[in-house]
Nanobody
Framework: QVQLVESGGGLVQAGGSLRLSCAAS????????MGWYRQAPGKQRELVAA???????NYADSVKGRFTISRDNAKKTVYLQMNSLKPEDTAVYYC???????????????WGQGTQVTVSS
């Protein structure tokens, strides 16, 4: 069974840093794009950053220059380094991966369980 397991969330003061990790486990043929989304209370889930299997990255305007997404294909893991955090970055952060499970017949989107990031002012 394929799972995405996140870690690294927590409480930090404004200006601080956090690093999120998300590891894919289970029987997987391949992983395409991976990314991080976030959802603040009362708001829709939004893309924060994404990275292709070849390393091309894409960021939301609100996090450009502060967040860095990276991945380790051998470990099936994606990371999000968050620097200069602001109170408006407070949200539940979700990992997403487009992958082909061994038991599947196509590329499928999987989501992590979410990890809370709280930035105090």
């Amino acid at each position: 069974q394929v799972q995405l397991v996140e870690s690294g969330g927590g409480l930090v003061q404004a200006g601080g840093s956090l690093r999120l990790s998300c590891a894919a486990s289970g029987s997987i043929f391949g992983i395409n794009d991976m990314g991080w989304y976030r959802q603040a209370p009362g708001k829709q889930r939004e893309l924060v950053a994404a990275i292709t299997s070849g390393g091309t990255t894409n960021y939301a305007d609100s996090v450009k220059g502060r967040f860095t997404i990276s991945r380790d294909n051998a470990k099936k893991t994606v990371y999000l380094q968050m620097n200069s955090l602001k109170p408006e970055d407070t949200a539940v952060y979700y990992c997403n991966a487009n992958l082909w499970p061994v038991a599947g017949r196509n590329w499928m989107d999987y989501w992590g369980q979410g990890t809370q990031v709280t930035v105090s002012s």
